[in-house]
């Protein structure tokens, strides 16, 4: 039971033990049946068998079956086809949107590029043309050069 190579014997446990509290059955006084009289008397019927057997009961009033819902006048095939058609158009005009869209954008962006050309053509023009000062460009008198080419240094 104990290790053979303990030296001490374990230190016993308080043991609690649980007992279960029984409730006390409910008492349950039957209601009174009260009897209650139909409003008449249904008529008893007879009925003959083929083999002779003659069996005798209450009439019972056959159940009446649900009306049925009234089927639309469209069905339901005739109802997704339309929505299809529908959802298709949709995607038409969507797609036609889209391309007067890209043609728009690639008519924008060709006016910008031509707007930059002109603006950077004018830049040029008036760096080539200006006539006011030199600010640190070289500046060659043609018409010097070729007199001074003409002319013998010797």
């Known amino acids: 039971m104990y290790p053979e190579n303990t030296p001490h014997v374990p230190a016993q446990r308080a043991i609690e033990v649980h007992h279960p509290t029984p409730y006390p059955p409910a008492i349950a006084t039957p209601t009174p049946v009260v009897p209650?009289?139909?409003?008449?008397?249904?008529?008893?019927?007879?009925?003959?068998?083929?083999?002779?057997?003659?069996?005798?009961?209450?009439?019972?009033?056959?159940?009446?079956?649900?009306?049925?819902?009234?089927?639309?006048?469209?069905?339901?095939?005739?109802?997704?086809?339309?929505?299809?058609?529908?959802?298709?158009?949709?995607?038409?005009?969507?797609?036609i949107l889209l391309t007067s869209f890209i043609a728009a954008l690639t008519a924008f962006i060709t006016q910008l590029i031509t707007?930059?050309?002109?603006?950077?053509?004018?830049?040029?023009?008036?760096?080539?043309?200006?006539?006011?000062?030199?600010?640190?460009?070289t500046t060659v008198n043609i018409r010097k050069a070729v007199i001074k080419r003409n002319k013998f240094y010797g």
């Open 36 to 95: 209650v009289q139909p409003d008449s008397v249904p008529a008893v019927t007879s009925i003959v068998l083929p083999d002779g057997r003659i069996v005798t009961g209450y009439a019972i009033e056959p159940t009446r079956p649900e009306p049925v819902a009234a089927k639309p006048a469209v069905s339901r095939t005739a109802v997704n086809v339309a929505l299809g058609g529908l959802g298709f158009l949709a995607v038409c005009g969507g797609l």
């Open 115 to 137: 707007l930059a050309a002109v603006i950077f053509g004018g830049w040029i023009a008036v760096q080539i043309f200006s006539a006011s000062g030199h600010q640190g460009g």
